[in-house]
């Protein structure tokens, strides 16, 4: 069995406003296994932001726990909990806040060398964290000049050059127009794909179609985890959640109602063209 790299056992979050607890997560029980690419599927304000902060150590939990490769993250020192953060990156929604030098090869460097690695590997590291994410030839570009999509993909670069074992993205793709969307889509694809462990917070069902397991959050609460195309054919749930069902679903869930026995559970076009040729007895 691969390595839970990533567990809550009833996670509790509450904010403090104006001297009041205000809970936003509730009994949060998750395990995520290493090499796996998860999505977390929530609408506006379900939890998901504050989740990927305890997950990363930003927030401590107000109840129950957060345990990171095996370890209770209760009570740590400082420097284990240096040493765990940098182990679970986490990529935000904007770019313009995650670049920080004026070469695009510069702003990569920049977390190693505050890790104080040697600079034949940070030079290695960038190269090919540059390479992977498809930005090599705009090295020794001003991010300030990139596309949207392409500022990501140099932020992603950044932490890729941390060597994490897990990449957070926390709604990543929400400030991009499509192409920028579709790029960084692409990316982090390409690192599931490579075997890093990804967790994708989103609330675009196309994009959570592309991960291995969709985890809904509804106010706080865990209402739905299994595969993706199991967990958009519960309409209810994903409706409660606030969450938009794919037209694909909508479509197969349609025709079923009407009498056809087809298998609601294909994501793409061409998944619900089978679906449907395969329902109707091969019929052309
Ligand atoms: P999501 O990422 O799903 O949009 P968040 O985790 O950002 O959700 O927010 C969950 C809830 O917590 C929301 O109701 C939000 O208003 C509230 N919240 C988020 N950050 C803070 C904060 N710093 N102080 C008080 N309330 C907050």
Known sequence: MAETVIKTEKLGFSYDEDGKKVPVLH???LEIERGSFTCILGHNGSGKSTLAKLLSLVLSPSSGKVVLFGKNTDG???DEAYELRRR????FQNPDNQLVATV???DVAFGPENLGIEPSEIRKRVDDALEL???SEYKKHSPHRLSGGQKQRVAIAGIIALDPDVIIFDESTAM??????AEVMETIKKLAARGTTVILITHYMEEAAEADRAVVLDDGRITADGKPEDVFSMTETIEKAGLEIPQVTRLLKALKSDGINVDTRALTPQGAAEAIKCALGGRK
Do not use: C, F
């Open 104 to 106: 695009v090869e510069e």
């Open 76 to 78: 740590i020192t400082e």
């Open 27 to 29: 009994d949060v029980d």
């Open 133 to 135: 994410v498809g930005m």
């Open 88 to 91: 679970v990156g986490m990529v």
């Open 176 to 181: 991009l127009d499509p192409i920028g969307r």
